[in-house]
């Protein structure tokens, strides 16, 4: 985690808050602090920071599980990285480990579980703590209209990523060369501090945690096991995204020794001239004259399918709300489609003819007689 302010008060949630309540901040937030929409070119750094901390907290509060360990433990509750006094501080084992996602209750030795949190008993025993190294993720902004959002689409993209050298194989090595064990962890992965009875373990700078080192390196990848590339590829946007919606599109992220990393969109919709979105619903403000307001009638209005005839009765005063249903955003989850509320606004002439302003005339007599 990179920040340590609190979660709630990055987003501006009360604790009770419900999840409904945590993605409207998050969507509101986002709408002002993307760096999309910083026009002065010195603001862009505290812009990306800002939203990084709001996507962090979105990320945790809007997860029933991590926000649970929050809750109860605070940023520790969510993060990895526990210091010996924050693990021994009287927390309950088996809570914290049935909330990250481990055994707990019984389910591992007290040295698994302090394996876990990257301790050692005894200064350097225990099992191989060597790993492949999983790709990392890539993350895009896109942006797209309320049009699209409603209808849904498909939309190429293009992006730079890391593939496997063809040279190597992705081993990093040349061909014919192999690998050997690292001398620092000796195949463990892992090197350890001691501090008595415990000693902290942490990842070999040697091997990175591969526990192995390239006797040769590949001439193309300088031993990285990877490549540098562009991509084409053609996504489908569904219908119902919003902003802050991110798709997650499994394995075309950058290569590495454990694996592919995914590539995630964080979609961006843009205000639209004539609507405004709340969740699943739509609002448009359309003006209509005196007389079609008097005398009622039907009237064309504009929907994200295109123009509707609604009924306006005789007498309707302005600022009055019409519900056309079915016109709105369909849900993603529930696939309810939302409503349009239509809002009119009566014009008001600023210049009369003659004529006209005898008619009023003659009808504001019959009105007060």
Not at 18 to 35: E, G, I, N, T
Not at 249 to 255: H, K, M, S, W
Request: aromatic share 6%; proline share 3%; charged share 25%.
């Amino acid at each position: 985690m990179s920040t340590q302010r609190d979660y709630y008060e990055v987003l501006g949630v009360q604790k009770n808050a419900s999840v409904d309540d945590v993605k409207k901040a998050y969507r509101q937030l986002v709408m002002q602090h993307h760096p999309d929409r910083v026009a002065d070119p010195s603001k862009k750094k505290e812009a990306e920071e800002r939203f990084k901390e709001i996507s962090e907290a979105y990320a945790v509060l809007s997860d029933p599980q991590k926000r649970q360990l929050y809750d109860q433990y605070g940023h520790q509750g969510v993060d990895s990285r526990y210091s010996t006094e924050d693990i021994f501080r009287g927390a309950d084992f088996g809570d914290i480990f049935r909330g990250m996602g481990g055994g707990g209750g019984g389910g591992g030795s007290f040295e698994d579980i302090l394996s876990s949190f990257g301790f050692d008993l005894g200064g350097g025993g225990g099992r191989s703590q060597s790993r492949q190294r999983q790709g990392d993720d890539i993350h895009l902004e896109m942006q797209i209209t309320l049009e699209e959002a409603h209808s849904g689409l498909g939309k190429d993209i293009s992006y730079n990523y890391y593939e496997a050298c063809d040279a190597c194989s992705g081993t990093g090595a040349q061909k014919g060369a192999g690998r050997v064990t690292c001398a620092t962890c000796k195949g463990r992965g892992m090197v350890s501090t001691g501090m008595g009875f415990i000693s902290f373990a942490q990842t070999c700078p040697t091997c990175h945690g591969d526990g192995q080192i390239i006797k040769q390196k590949c001439n193309v990848c300088g031993g990285s096991g990877r490549v540098r590339k562009s991509k084409n590829l053609k996504v489908t946007i569904p219908s119902g995204v919003d902003t802050g919606s991110v798709l997650r599109l499994r394995d075309e992220g950058n290569f590495a020794s454990g694996g592919k990393g995914d590539l995630f969109l964080h979609i961006n919709v843009k205000a639209h001239p004539m609507f405004k979105r709340n969740g699943d619903d739509i609002h448009h403000k359309h003006k209509i004259s005196v007389i079609k307001a008097l005398v009622g009638g039907d009237i064309e209005v504009p929907s994200l399918s295109g123009n509707v005839q609604m009924k306006v009765p005789a007498g309707t005063q302005p600022g009055t709300t019409f519900r056309l249903k079915g016109k709105g955003i369909m849900d993603l989850q529930t696939k309810r489609v939302g409503d349009e509320y239509v809002e009119v606004e009566v014009e008001i002439p600023t210049r009369l003819s003659g004529q006209e302003r005898k008619l009023i005339d003659e009808w504001a007599k019959l009105r007060s007689a």
